[in-house]
């Protein structure tokens, strides 16, 4: 069965850069049946899609986010993270790692970590 | 790019009852529409694909609806452990969307 778990710093310093891992058990982050997915959510309110990577690197962002956003997969280490630059106040939220299928037919996140919140606050 | 309407966004109901959220698209997704359960504290978890298609275990009470830019997720006969948010999400773009959550209350 596949299980995600995100680590990470739980406070962060506004300016500074947020950096996530997501340890992949059950599947290979090599595998070709899945998309690696961050998702967040703020205190209080709703989900909002970060971006999601394929095992060859291609990666895809919320338009929204894609100038601070970087996530990458290391397969050596069956693991995907996140990188969020040059955070404030509004970065502040649960993040999950989660997957999709590998193809439109599959994209909805039948996976999800537990989730880790993340407080950017100096 | 594609938003996501949810209505209502609160909803008040009692155990017994029969519920049902509606999920409006900026423009058709097909069928691409999943629906998920949240409960305070916990990740989402999927309930319904593809439109109308139950996951595994999913109870049979859930009900999704819908295609083109207008779907609908019932939830007959409610149960206790039913009373948490809800929230769509479209996938027939790789960079999804969800809509803002309906919070499903007991009256």
């Known amino acids: 069965q596949l299980q995600l778990q995100e680590s990470g710093p739980g406070l962060v310093k506004p300016s500074e850069t947020l950096s996530l891992t997501c340890t992949v058990s059950g599947a290979s982050t090599s595998s070709t049946d899945y998309y690696w997915a961050w998702i967040r959510q703020p205190p209080g309110k709703g989900l909002e899609f970060i971006g999601t990577?394929?095992?060859?690197?291609?990666?895809y962002y919320n338009p929204s986010l894609q100038s601070r956003v970087t996530i990458s997969v290391d397969t050596s280490k069956n693991q995907f993270s996140l990188n969020v630059k040059s955070v404030t106040a509004a970065d502040t939220a649960v993040y999950y790692c989660?997957?999709?299928?590998?193809?439109?037919?599959?994209?909805?996140?039948?996976?999800w970590g537990q989730g880790t919140l993340v407080t950017v606050s100096s | 790019d594609f938003q996501m309407t949810q209505s209502p966004s609160t909803l008040s109901a009692s155990v017994g009852d029969r519920v049902t959220i509606t999920c409006r698209a900026s423009?058709?997704?097909?069928?691409?529409l999943a629906w998920y359960q949240q409960k305070p504290g916990k990740a989402p978890n999927l309930l319904i694909y593809q439109a109308s298609s139950l996951k595994t275990g999913v109870p049979s009470r859930f009900a999704g609806s819908g295609s083109g830019t207008e779907f609908t997720l019932t939830i007959n006969s409610l149960q206790p452990d039913d009373f948490a948010t809800y929230y769509c999400?479209?996938?027939?773009?790789?960079?999804?969307?969800f809509g803002q959550g309906t919070k499903l209350e007991i009256k």
């Open positions: 990577i394929y095992h060859s690197g291609s990666a």
């Open positions: 423009q058709t997704i097909s069928g691409y």
């Open positions: 999400q479209q996938y027939t773009s790789i960079r999804s969307t």
């Open positions: 989660a997957t999709t299928g590998p193809d439109i037919l599959t994209g909805y996140y039948d996976s």
